[in-house]
DNA sequence: GTCTATACTCGGATAGAC
DNA sequence: GTCTATCCGAGTATAGAC
């Protein structure tokens, strides 16, 4: 989207998301006021219903913005030729990296759908169940293909997304363990959830 | 806690702390307010002061005792001799099925932290502490004993929890699933993702 | 312990000048 | 596109009668 003005930087709506999305994030949508956001970007509360019909569709913006970006970063990432368990470590250490790096949006994505009106809900939903599909998808190919060892890929799915997700509530960026080995701990647990032959020992003696 | 007017069923903070819970689930801490409340509980706003002297009050009350039963309820259900490998299938199965059946309560304890005030919030993040340690121990055992080979036990710990949680954000008691069933699916991701040894045959060749 | 009434503050949103 | 000014409804919490 093209500047509008030459004036100062970044356009005022991309400020007003910005803001928002960290105002949100912090202290809940509903505890956020249109004024504040207002102050934070440095305009009058009457100024952010020029980019945005009301605070709803600012929310909705914000979370649809969000999915979409999502998707399609998977949809980029994902690589057509390559075994199940290589996809689902890519997956892994992608839902990890992007989700930790975006901490506020994600943070808004799970706890403010509530918030949302119906019609902007089910938008949301459908998009997130899309980014599920690709888990699924993943899952059912391994399976088919004897890689993994699954009773049922949706449960898995929602498991294992679940638990990649989880990592936000802990992460700090200054941690005991850097990113990459976090995503190596947790690839291994994604994989083994799935029922993935490793390569490693853990198979010394059955029973 | 007994009852201090025989009167009506239920005693009145009883009641408030129910419909708030179910209020707070639904819409959030910060979008519900007292008036609402106190219109579920059948009784006029200002009541509601003889019994929580405010709303931070009210969420305070809600959070600390949930927490404070989820521990009583795991130090009850938890076995002293068993191997660590059942004692973890024992609490996937217990975790699972005591915050299913809480899901209001959980939510809460999940999304209305920030709304503490910090006192508050130091308090139910001790406590949440204490039941993560639960999961650490049996890890530190399963791994000292030879049961488990994993890399992290606190990550695994973790991991572990957020998945047996995510259960919540899709069950649905009438679903395609029984909560046993969902529960069986979840031991096996679990015991796998903490490298036990599996009976079955997920060891069929190594490389 | 609950009521009615109310103090006081703040919310979202709009009108109209510049 | 942003401002000032404003409408009006709703919020928490308290005072005082019963």
Chains 1, 2 share one sequence.
Not at 31 to 49: C, F
Not at 144 to 149: I, N, P, R, T
Not at 155 to 166: P, Y
Request: proline share 0%.
């Amino acid at each position: 989207m093209a500047r509008t003005t030459g004036s100062i930087g970044v356009e005022t709506a991309e400020r007003i998301r910005a803001a928002a999305e960290q105002l949100f994030a912090a202290r809940g949508f509903a505890a956020v006021s249109m004024r504040e956001i207002a102050g934070a970007v440095g305009v009058q509360a009457a100024a952010l219903y020029n980019h945005f019909s009301n605070k709803q569709a600012l929310l909705e913006d914000l979370l649809v913005t969000h999915m979409d970006s999502l998707i399609a970063a998977w949809k980029s990432e994902a690589a057509a030729d390559e075994t199940a368990g290589k996809t689902l470590e890519r997956f892994a250490r992608f839902h990890i990296r992007y989700h930790v790096e975006r901490s506020d949006a994600v943070f808004i994505s799970y706890m403010e759908l509530r918030n949302l009106e119906p019609e902007n809900f089910r938008r949301v939903e459908s998009l997130r169940k899309t980014y599920e599909g690709f888990v699924v998808d993943i899952l059912e190919a391994g399976r088919a293909s004897g890689e993994f060892e699954l009773t049922d890929t949706r449960i898995t799915a929602m498991a294992i997304i679940a638990m990649l997700t989880g990592v936000n509530t802990w992460y700090r960026s200054r941690g005991r363990l850097s990113l990459s080995e976090i995503e190596d701990i947790y690839t291994t647990m994604v994989l083994r959830s799935a029922g993935a032959q490793q390569k490693e020992a853990s198979c010394l003696a059955a029973e």
